[in-house]
């Protein structure tokens, strides 16, 4: 499984630059990659049917928001999906959560 991943905006335009990252989950040490796929299963991403494409990030939306894409490619199909803090649903917010996490701990 490999997941792309990009945060941006937030209050007054905070990441002046979008946080990216992507990363083979196959490749993790044991523990972090059964977490990552424990958190994409929960968030039911891979079970839905696939959506029209989502507006752009920064294209409406709470002007403030903290805006999010993410791309997940597994075994069994593709999904992408854009929203952002308001919009994102309960069950995906634990893995947007852990990948900025990641994705700014790989910034350094």
Request: glycine residues 10%; contains cysteine.
């Amino acid at each position: 499984m490999r997941i792309r991943f990009e945060m941006s905006g937030g209050y007054a335009g905070l990441m002046a630059e979008p946080l990216r990252m992507e990363v083979d989950v196959d490749a993790l040490p044991a523990p972090e990659a059964e977490e990552l796929r424990g958190l994409v299963d929960a968030s039911g991403v891979l079970a839905e049917e696939p959506a029209a494409e989502d507006a752009a990030p920064g294209s409406g939306g709470p002007p403030d928001a903290v805006r999010y894409v993410l791309r997940i490619d597994a075994p069994d199909g593709a999904v992408r999906v854009s929203c952002d803090d308001a919009s994102a649903p309960p069950p995906l917010r634990p893995l947007l959560g852990r990948l900025a996490e990641l994705a700014l701990r790989a910034r350094g």
